[in-house]
């Protein structure tokens, strides 16, 4: 199935055929790691024979334990630096150009890196205390409604999937993809136009503030992507059940960890986005 997140579908340890998890462990076997050399006597067998059976975690592959551990430790880090980028907003560039390179780097990394995803991270931070600052200066209040929108969204999301009311589906996941770039072509024609300041466009969200029958056109696609950011917490969710019922090692929960901030923070920004919109000037 395909899957939208990059964070996801560029890493072997999450495709479906385990035909690339299969090819990155023997590139890894092949350069000397997890290679067990020489010989075992038949008293060493009798002891492994003996002893516990052994644990995801001996065995290095990767567990849901361990994928919420890290998520929890990139977020950790996320907030502390989001604290930093609403006392310095100006930071949020910084933010979102070091983010986005980082991104790339972690996107097409054969092997996971802690430290490049603990780096996004923190540069995310940054850019989401800095815009959060922005916005909540032209709408007060609107940042803990976001929050707790995020929260709620994920909550419901997450619950769904581990109940399996809600899966993914290859139909499902081909509308979404075309819905996404939809999107995506809607907003680099908006953006285009409020850079030349064309008509309707000139308002604060551009397009997305012209109403349809008194409902801001925002508001409307707003909720769309807000349900397509959640059908992407489901396409998360299943990568992650894909690579820990295929075992795939440990150092992939980083990657897992990185593409839920990808899409958490997407969540984030659409709610924010769409509460302003419906709050409009006030």
């Not at 815009?131 to 940042?143: A, E, L, M, T």
């Not at 996404?180 to 308002?203: D, H, K, M, R």
């Amino acid at each position: 199935m395909a899957h939208s997140n990059p964070g996801f579908s560029q890493s072997p340890a999450f495709s479906n055929d385990g035909r690339g998890l299969a090819a990155w462990q023997k590139s890894q076997a092949a350069a000397g790691q997890n290679v067990v050399n020489g010989g075992m006597t038949a008293e060493q067998l009798q002891a492994m024979y003996n002893s516990p059976s052994a644990s995801p975690v001996d065995t290095d592959r990767m567990t849901y334990e361990d994928v919420i551990a890290k998520t929890v430790g990139a977020f950790a880090i996320l907030v502390v630096m989001a604290a930093v980028g609403w006392f310095i907003p100006q930071l949020a560039i910084v933010g979102a150009i070091g983010g986005f390179v980082l991104a790339m780097v972690n996107i097409f990394k054969k092997r996971p890196s802690a430290a490049l995803v603990l780096s996004y991270a923190a540069l995310e931070g940054l850019f989401v205390g800095g815009i959060s600052y922005f916005f909540d200066q032209r709408w007060p209040g609107i940042v803990p409604q976001a929050v707790f929108g995020t929260l709620g969204v994920f909550a419901i999301t997450l619950a769904l999937f581990a109940s399996g009311k809600v899966r993914a589906s290859k139909r499902a996941t081909q509308i979404f993809l075309v819905a996404i770039v939809g999107y995506a072509a809607y907003t680099l024609v908006n953006l285009g136009l409020q850079f030349f300041n064309v008509g309707a466009a000139s308002g604060t969200f551009g397009l997305s503030s012209v109403t349809l029958f008194g409902i801001p056109l925002g508001g409307i696609i707003g909720i769309v992507v807000v349900l397509l950011a959640a059908y992407s917490l489901v396409l998360d969710f299943t990568q992650i059940k894909v690579g820990v019922d295929r075992g795939a090692p440990r150092i992939f929960g980083w990657q897992a960890a990185f593409g839920l901030v990808v899409t958490i923070v997407w969540l984030y920004t659409e709610i924010l986005r769409l509460l302003a919109i419906f709050r409009g000037n006030n």
